[in-house]
Structure formats: structure tokens, C-alpha cells
């Protein structure tokens, strides 16, 4: 969902970036977390077409699709 750093000056925690089709409001509401998110958050870039193969490559188990809670 995102990449998280830190804010120590109001101490919460801050989006860094994002992956694509992620709305802002989305994250409080997936992550049960107050979260800073600046207007100007980076948007994660989506992985190559060669950087998906070699993950298939290596996930034989698909474990990339696995939902952890």
C-alpha cells in the first residue's frame, strides 16, 4: 500500500510513497494508523516487465498473492 517513514517532529508516522491506484484515504482506512500524508506524496513505480518475470521466476508459490493479517 505504501512506504512509511517517520515524523519525529509531530511524531507520526509518514507516507513516504505510494503504489499506483492507492487514495490517500484509503490508507488510514486498510491500516487502522494515523498517518501524515503530504500532498505531494511519490507515487511507487510499477515494477518492469522484466522485474515481474524473474519474481514469477523466483515466487514458484505465488506467495506474492498471499494476504498477510
Not at 507515487?43 to 515481474?52: F, N, Q, T
Amino acid at each position: 500500500m505504501a512506504v512509511y517513514g517517520f515524523n519525529e517532529r509531530i511524531k507520526v508516522r509518514k507516507a513516504e510513497s505510494i503504489h499506483p491506484g492507492i487514495a490517500a484515504k484509503m490508507m488510514p482506512e486498510n491500516t487502522g494508523l494515523e498517518s501524515e500524508i503530504p500532498l505531494d506524496v511519490k507515487i511507487i513505480e510499477s515494477p518492469s516487465e522484466k522485474e515481474l518475470r524473474s519474481t514469477r521466476k523466483l515466487d514458484t508459490d505465488n506467495t506474492r498473492y498471499t494476504e498477510f493479517r
